[in-house]
Nanobody
């Protein structure tokens, strides 16, 4: 079973920054592409897909959804089984619960970390 523990969320004003961390208890971590997903308020109905906002391959190549390009940076530390998301110039539209998971996802999800951006 995989355990994912996200942290680092909080309340921040628009234009501010947060750094999210996710520790993954899976020996296969280093073999998987990893991503940060988010689920916005009111979009948590069963079956609603979480939005993949950033991903990083096991080799370190990154991809971002257009809305966060230039503002978010994903990174990973394979020695620590940890993936990070540096979020700068945050906007109210970034308000969501953020989760990390593999790409494509594993069955298990962590509890997520709430990010709230006030205007």
């Amino acid at each position: 079973q995989v355990h994912l523990v996200e942290s680092g969320g909080g309340l921040v004003q628009a234009g501010g920054s947060l750094r999210l961390s996710c520790v993954v208890s899976a020996s296969r971590f280093i073999f998987n592409d990893m991503g940060w997903y988010r689920q916005a308020p009111g979009k948590q109905a069963p079956g609603t897909q979480r939005e993949l906002v950033a991903s990083i391959t096991r080799g370190g190549s990154t991809r971002y959804v257009e809305s966060v390009k230039g503002r978010f940076t994903i990174s990973r530390d394979n020695a620590k089984n940890t993936v990070y998301l540096q979020m700068d110039r945050l906007e109210p539209e970034d308000t969501a619960v953020y989760y990390c998971n593999a790409v494509p996802t594993w069955t298990y999800w962590g509890q997520g970390t709430q990010v709230t951006v006030s205007s």
